[in-house]
């Protein structure tokens, strides 16, 4: 019996073919200071770098990009405080449709900001996922656009895992690459295109304790929601889905958690020794790949980052004023 | 009668040479954002992704490289409380060979534990120019090492001239190319490899309002020295040097100036909206790239990102408790 997955190779290409000129083709980084500390090679691929700040820009224009003119011109609908939300705003500001996000009233200003800089309507609503997905239902009603959920659609996973198709035509050697999970776009895109691409690579999730959805899931072999998430990283804390789970349940070789402290650390290398302006969730990958796990193997590990999205007024290392 | 410069397009191919597989080949990246505001596409030559965070690696690797074995053994000196030392003692490091780095009491802790390390010896000395050079003077006479001066310096400036060659080999058809200008390695070294690959290319330097001496320099046709500078850009206090003032009087269109505010902005702006972690010093080209001197020109324009090294505790937007 053959499992069906979402997304296989040749869709991942098929979106790499749709983002070719629209999307950054964003730079793999070193550097020695931190391989030092993770005794192993590390290639980073600097999606902090991508269009929004975010690996979540190849999924959004991927998926916008596959609905039909009149369909689109109808616009697209998400809930989210997060990239995604920037993303879908930017894809669909690019294709000139309407972008509506339901953002949640306690949304950080920034982000709010950048969704509304990028041409997108935002409306607000209180902060519970009832609240979300009502105000969204409400807006789908009334506009007749389409929703573009942030992670558990083919789409998406697919564009997503375009980064990993180009960090590993970059560097085709590679023994194993590390993504952070949250719902798991990411991580099942980069398993998907990882092993298919190289069946000996080795993939892995990294996620905080204090969201360890995808760790649970893993070790039991059924998808365990999350709940009741605590952790600096806010683009994790959501849980796996029922596309992207069976995809990282048979494509990766563990979920690696790591603790707030192992996050901090890494973020604040990240940023004094590499220069890479990376958010607490891209730090999570960081720590898995220093957390002892690799110390002395030697490999040349992959890391994906996944975003730069702080609010640099509240950085984690600084006591404010304020 | 013809001029002769210190350092010629032959003299930088050799450096990269010597460079290559050592320093870092930084990516350019593009940020549709700045773009916006600066009415030009601008194509950012990330060296704060060089190795020590800052271009000086690629001089200080370059002079280190050419020292005969025996020269080489006794060592090297510089006095300098910032990216230079850095950069001179990673490239000892890398030679095997001693560094001796005399930097002042009141240098950023961050600073002196980077140079310490990379292996090198640190020696204290007051905060002035005068105790720098004879504590140098007298550490070169106890070690038999070669000085090397962070900027006028043949080697030192054909290294610097490697980020420019990257930057158009990648780019070949920019309109220009701005550098910000402290001791003027950078700029001298930008401004004749990029004159000699592309004579239509225009090289401008970017210097803080408030140390100004290029632009005097450069408006008088006279070298003047910087005296009393004040500027958040601690990179470029210095004045020009013997070496690289010619170059950059016969070479650049023009040296533009910007304010502390304007740096500021731009710092921000590069760090919020396109994930570049630069210094202030850096921050200087990217205003200048923003001063409305490119507005609506349509230019492609290069701007060299000289370094990142900012301490992560005092960012300058941010009201610290401390």
């Known amino acids: 019996m053959t499992t069906t997955y979402a997304v296989s190779l040749v869709d991942v290409r098929t979106a790499a073919g749709i983002l070719a000129g629209h999307a950054h083709r964003t730079p793999v980084i070193t550097c020695a200071s931190l391989d030092a500390r993770a005794g192993a090679a590390l290639f980073f691929k600097g999606e902090h770098l991508q269009k929004v700040g975010a690996f979540k ?14 369909v689109a011109a109808r616009g697209v609908v998400t809930h989210s405080s997060g990239n995604h939300a920037q993303a879908l705003a930017l894809a669909a ?7 509506h996000v339901v953002m949640p009233s306690n949304a ?21 996922l009832a609240a979300r997905e009502s105000t969204a239902a409400r807006v789908l009603e009334e506009t007749g656009a389409t929703f573009i959920p942030p992670y558990d659609h083919p789409h998406i996973i697919a564009g997503q895992g375009t980064a990993a198709l180009e960090l590993l ?59 009741g998430p605590r952790t600096i990283a806010d683009g994790l804390l959501t849980s796996l889905g029922e596309k992207t789970w069976p995809i990282i349940r048979d494509h990766c070789e563990d979920i690696l958690t790591v603790s707030e402290e192992e996050i901090l650390v890494a973020m ?55």
């Open 108 to 128: 950080a200003a920034p982000k709010r900001r950048a969704v509304e800089g990028y041409g997108a309507r935002v409306i607000e609503c209180e902060p519970t």
């Open 93 to 99: 500001l690019m294709r000139g449709v309407p972008a």
């Open 268 to 322: 604040r290398l990240a940023w004094e020794r590499a220069k890479l302006l990376i958010e607490p969730s891209s730090a999570v990958a960081v720590a898995a790949a220093m957390s002892g796990r690799f110390s002395g193997s030697g490999d040349r590990i992959g890391v994906i980052l996944s975003g730069g999205n702080v609010d640099l007024d509240r950085l984690p290392w600084v006591v404010t004023g304020a």
């Open 57 to 70: 820009f190849r999924g959004a224009f991927h998926a916008v990009s596959r609905l039909t003119d009149d």
């Open 169 to 227: 035509e970059a560097y085709p050697d590679l023994d194993a690459i590390i993504a952070p999970v949250g719902g798991g776009g990411l991580l099942a895109g980069t398993a998907i295109t990882a092993t298919s691409l190289r069946p000996s690579i080795r993939v892995y999730g990294a996620e905080p304790k204090g969201a360890d959805d995808a760790a649970r899931s893993f070790a039991s072999g059924t998808l365990v929601p999350q709940t």
